[in-house]
């Protein structure tokens, strides 16, 4: 079986993430990772914590050195973006279309491979590799699994987080930080024109609905245009629906109903004061001045990708990114905003306290072992920031010097989602290369 037959097996296990709507990773997929290891004579486990499941393999004795990550679980699909079966591999030139087909079952093919090649080798060490089903809902089983791994005195010295792109260690990424915004419906009766307007987003330079990878000034986020178009026109908001799927996924489009009031009617009209001033207050959100820990090229993303009506709510969550490690800052800089746009709502505030941000020296030896692998294979590699978060934050904050990684491809969290093929078929050799070069250190 080769790497790519592998990934299309993957692919076929519609391991969505999507606890608000019930949908949740079964047993089924991590149980092929466990037989299929097992066939090739890897010793592995199922564990299961807090409703996730996670395959842990390990190859060489003694206390664990190095240690791969790889997750099998993906966010969900709009099924009527894609112009292919999201869950079937589909090929076409030099990519591989599928839904996790680059976030993140490629790596997970590729490090099982990679275990294949190592696991008859003399190794200088002990590898461990854990494939995890719920990074893309906050990494609960990667935080148990760190955790565990510091009790029992076995943390690594190294980490090979497979959850990156382009063929480069990523050395660097924020933290990820949540607020939800909830607010009664506030209904009165106005004269005017229903009118509807849909906002589409628009990404002219790179493909993506990743929200870490959103970038004001460039890209187009359809909530935000929503947000601005009320706040120059004046107009009041009756309903507000789209395309939301996840909080770190930019909705595709979403759809404004209001009242055009200049407009003259006979008949009265509901709309809904406070859901006119939730939507008019995103702008001022997403402008919030949040001080980071540290720099980042990325600097501050602040975008708002979920909203939903539950019982007689409003309610909006927004996603933050920062290069920091603590939520004190952040929750007095955006508590200030809420207060003088939306005096009457509800806030809560949710981030990983056990998590970290990324942040490794790219003159460590560990780094130039990955980047010197990688040169061998023909990439022009160099350490690079990235933008969004991963599992790493669960392991650097315990002195685990760690990177992302993966191989080329696009479309993350978006609909076409694909990996390039050149890339796939030389990760396997590229993640045996290192882990048996980091055994050496």
């Known amino acids: 079986m080769d790497v790519v037959d592998l990934l299309s097996t993957l692919v076929s296990f519609p391991t969505v993430n999507d606890p608000g709507k019930g949908l949740l990773p079964t047993k089924e997929c991590p149980q092929f990772i466990a037989n299929t290891l097992s066939s090739w004579g890897i010793e592995n486990e199922i564990i299961e914590h807090d409703g996730a499941y996670a395959v842990c393999a390990s190859i060489g004795t003694g206390k664990p050195k190095v240690m791969a990550m790889a997750h099998f679980d993906v966010v969900p699909v709009s099924v009527e973006e894609w112009s292919y079966e999201p869950f079937k591999l589909t090929i076409e030139g030099d990519k591989a279309y599928g839904r996790g087909s680059v976030d993140d079952k490629e790596n997970v093919a590729s490090l099982m491979l990679a275990l294949k090649a190592l696991k008859d080798k003399s190794l200088n060490g002990k590898v461990i590799c854990a494939f995890t089903g719920d990074e893309e809902t906050g990494g ?64 002219p330079i790179v493909e993506t609905r990743h929200a870490a990878y959103f970038l004001p000034g460039v890209d187009t986020h359809p909530l935000i245009a929503a947000s601005q178009f009320l706040r120059e026109t004046d107009f009041q908001a009756i309903q507000l629906s789209g395309a939301f799927l996840k909080s770190n996924v930019v909705p595709g489009k979403v759809v404004l109903t209001y009242v055009d009031e200049t407009v003259g009617s006979e008949s009265d009209v509901n709309v809904d004061e406070n859901l006119t001033a939730l939507l008019k207050a995103v702008v001022p959100l997403i402008k919030a001045p949040i001080k980071p820990d540290r720099y980042s090229d990325f600097g501050v993303s602040i975008t708002p990708n979920m909203y939903s009506f539950e019982q007689e709510r409003h309610v909006l969550y927004i996603d933050i990114r920062a290069m920091s490690n603590g939520n004190s ?32 020296d790219p003159k460590e030896p560990f780094v130039k072992t990955v980047l010197n692998v990688i040169t061998q294979h023909g990439e022009k590699a160099k350490a690079v920031e990235g933008a969004g978060a991963a599992d790493s934050r669960y392991f650097t904050p315990l002195g685990v010097k760690a990177i992302d990684f993966g191989p080329k491809g696009g479309n993350v969290h978006g609909p076409n989602e694909y990996v390039e093929i050149p890339s796939l078929k030389m990760l396997p050799q590229v993640y045996t290369e290192i882990l048996e070069n980091l055994l050496a250190l």
Do not use: H
């Open 329 to 360: 800052d952040i929750e007095k800089t955006i508590s200030e905003v809420i207060s003088y746009n939306l005096p009457e709502a509800e806030v809560s505030f949710g981030n990983k306290d056990k998590a970290g941000f990324l942040f490794t």
């Open 140 to 203: 609960r089983m990667a935080s148990f699994i760190a955790d565990k791994m510091q009790e029992e005195n076995s943390l690594p010295s190294f980490l090979i987080n497979a959850d990156g792109t382009g063929m480069v260690p990523i050395v660097r990424r924020r933290k990820g930080f949540g607020v939800n915004i909830s607010l009664p419906a506030k209904t009165v009766a106005v004269k005017g024109a229903v009118k509807e307007k849909t906002f589409e987003i628009r990404t």
